[in-house]
């Protein structure tokens, strides 16, 4: 159980194009996910918070307006990057809190590799 | 000052060695500790979470926490080549006094092979 799918898993587009990215919970229902960007050889940076229903939640130094997060299901989260450059490719990793556990335990897809030439 | 401090390596060891993975970190309000294994180019997979201080054992991972001294470690026993991956520490920022609920802060990384 608590299993999290990301697609596309690899995307390759031109610079000024937008790319939309899907996170799914596939066997339980997420009010909270999570969206994370990883550069080579770097940790995870948490960029926002996304609760159902509601509006994200950005973490300081993550442009809103360029990273577009929709919440609009209990199952899916949807990242669009607007108008990606070059310094925008990174892998990005959402995650989905399964609740009743001692604690909210948070389960990670398996990542969008993101490449902007 | 990092949050979370972590050796990113690369740490390289025969198979069969004891591995010991460590990460440091500077906010005392963290409770729940949590090693994460990913492998290239994956996401990150839960190995194993830690309330408070104390030791957690399971299969050939043991998990310790020192509050105290701020730090914890992963020990790997029998490594194996498939334990090649990169682990990451991670902790719970506690939100509004809860300690269980809040954001994970991870730390660089410590990328570990396992060789034959």
């Known amino acids: 159980g608590a299993v999290v799918s990301q697609h596309p898993s690899w995307v390759i587009c031109k610079s000024g194009t937008s790319v939309k990215i899907e996170c799914r919970s596939l066997d339980f229902q997420a009010t909270t996910m999570f969206w994370y960007r990883q550069f080579p050889k770097q940790s995870l940076m948490l960029m926002a918070t996304s609760n159902e229903g509601s509006k994200a939640t950005y973490e300081q130094g993550v442009e809103k307006d360029k990273f577009l997060i929709n919440h609009a299901s209990l199952t899916l989260s949807t990242l669009t990057v607007t108008s990606a450059h070059p310094e925008d490719s990174s892998f990005y990793i959402c995650?989905?809190?399964?609740?009743?556990?001692?604690?909210?335990?948070?389960?990670f897809g398996p990542g969008t590799r993101l490449t902007v030439l | 000052q990092k949050e979370v401090e972590q050796d990113p390596g690369p740490l390289s060891v025969p198979e069969g060695a004891i591995v010991s993975l460590n990460c440091t970190y500077s906010?005392?309000?963290?409770?729940?500790f949590m090693w994460y294994r990913q492998y290239s180019r994956k996401g990150p997979e839960l190995l194993m979470y830690t309330y408070s201080s104390g030791n957690k054992e399971d299969g050939r991972f043991t998990a310790q926490v020192d509050k105290s001294s701020k730090y914890i470690s992963l020990f790997i026993r029998d490594s194996q080549p498939s334990d090649s991956a990169t682990y990451l520490c991670a902790m719970i920022r506690p939100d509004f006094g809860s300690s269980n609920t809040g954001k994970l802060i991870f730390g660089q990384g410590t990328t570990l092979q396992v060789k034959p």
């Open positions: 995650s989905a809190i399964s609740s009743g556990r001692a604690y909210n335990e948070q389960f």
């Open positions: 906010n005392s309000a963290f409770q729940y």
